[in-house]
């Protein structure tokens, strides 16, 4: 059993992935461990607030305590939110969409913890990732999550046409995300330099009532329209040898 400095946790909280039903998507422990809760680390305090509203009403806002951990968080900063764990405190680790530290600036914090010998606690709850991989239909054995591609016209060409053949070397499904407006575009660059046989799915709204999960050939979606416009989706292919 490993030893641990100090005796507060991190806890790793997901949150849902849209306007759902928080009880719908995540497991009674969440709520559970939340309710004892009062110091959180967040990419946004907003909407954490409204979050933990939404799963707790009758918690008192007033005595939340939030830590921001974004794109303008000095780095030099990010040590120092885990100091109520050095006092004995729990704290929770909440993520703007899904799970924290996967595809998430809370990735940081974590390694923090591991290095100053604090308890990490993940639980369970939606990955948007797993989920629309789990829903693919292709090799759950093996895998890469590449994130985003390059802006750069002649990166992305490169990138992807360098992974459409490793995907086909080793029957691995390649992964990515976009930012929800360049869903479209990025849609587009795969059905244009993808082969017409490497399989294509596209997951959308995961969890959510518009939820949307297809795969099928190149060939196939290049002959209808899909609009993925500002709606939260993840993409997959894979190359057959």
Not at 38 to 60: C, F, M, S, V, W
Not at 206 to 221: A, G, N, R
Request: charged share 25%; aromatic share 8%.
């Amino acid at each position: 059993m490993a030893d641990f400095r100090y005796s507060g946790k991190l806890y790793l909280i997901p949150t849902t992935m849209g306007a759902a039903n928080p009880m719908q998507v995540l497991p009674i422990q969440v709520k559970e461990i939340m309710e004892d809760l009062d110091i959180y680390i967040a990419e946004n305090e907003k909407t954490a607030r409204r979050h933990i509203k939404q799963l707790l009403p009758e918690k008192q806002q007033s005595i939340l305590k939030f830590f921001s951990l974004n794109k303008f968080t000095e780095a030099t900063e990010i040590p120092s939110f885990l100091n109520d764990c050095k006092e004995g405190k729990n704290v929770g680790l909440l993520s703007e969409a899904g799970c924290p530290g996967v595809a998430d600036p809370g990735a940081e914090i974590v390694k923090i913890a591991h290095n100053e010998g604090i308890q990490v606690i993940p639980l369970v709850g939606p990955s948007s990732i797993l989920l629309a991989m789990m829903g693919s239909g292709m090799n759950g054995q093996r895998f890469t999550f590449n994130g985003y591609l390059p802006i750069d016209k002649k990166e992305r060409k490169k990138e992807i046409k360098d992974l459409e053949r490793l995907s086909s070397e080793k029957q691995e499904a390649q992964i990515f995300i976009e930012t929800p407006y360049r869903n479209n575009k990025l849609l587009e660059d795969f059905l244009q330099l993808l082969h017409p046989t490497t399989r294509l799915c596209v997951a959308c709204d995961l969890t959510l009532p518009t939820e949307y999960i297809v795969t099928k050939p190149v060939s196939e979606w290049s002959k209808t329209k899909t609009d993925l416009h500002k709606r939260p989706a993840i993409f997959i292919f894979q190359k057959e040898i």
